[in-house]
Nanobody, 120 residues
């Protein structure tokens, strides 16, 4: 079964940048490139919300939440079985636990989450 491990979270100052990575390991049924990828975030007491989405294959199609548009970039490296989230122009409101998800035909795999904390 596939496992996902996120990394790259941590502390940043307002206006700073972080790059999150989500690496897949284990058995990947159908090939990693067949999976779509997403990043979500969650703050305590609130629902997990979609941040960005990348299509399967080469990832030519991407979509972003309004709050992420223009600041965040999702990308993928299928050879490395990795999905990235480049976050620029961070604000305090971006503080959350960030989760990656990969999906294939309704089957979802989630990472354990990585904390991002942005200070004023």
């Amino acid at each position: 079964q596939m496992q996902l491990v996120e990394s790259g979270g941590g502390m940043a100052q307002t206006g700073g940048s972080l790059r999150l990575s989500c690496v897949a390991s284990g058995y990947v049924h159908g090939g990693y490139s067949a999976y779509t990828g997403s990043w979500y975030r969650q703050v305590p007491g609130k629902e997990r919300v979609l941040v960005a989405f990348i299509a399967s294959g080469s990832g030519g199609l991407t979509e972003y939440a309004d709050f992420a548009q223009g600041r965040f970039t999702i990308s993928r490296d299928n050879g490395q079985k990795t999905i990235y989230l480049q976050m620029n122009g961070l604000s305090v409101e971006d503080t959350a636990v960030y989760y990656c998800k990969v999906s294939l035909r309704g089957e979802d795999y989630w990472g354990q989450g990585t904390q991002v904390t942005v200070s004023p």
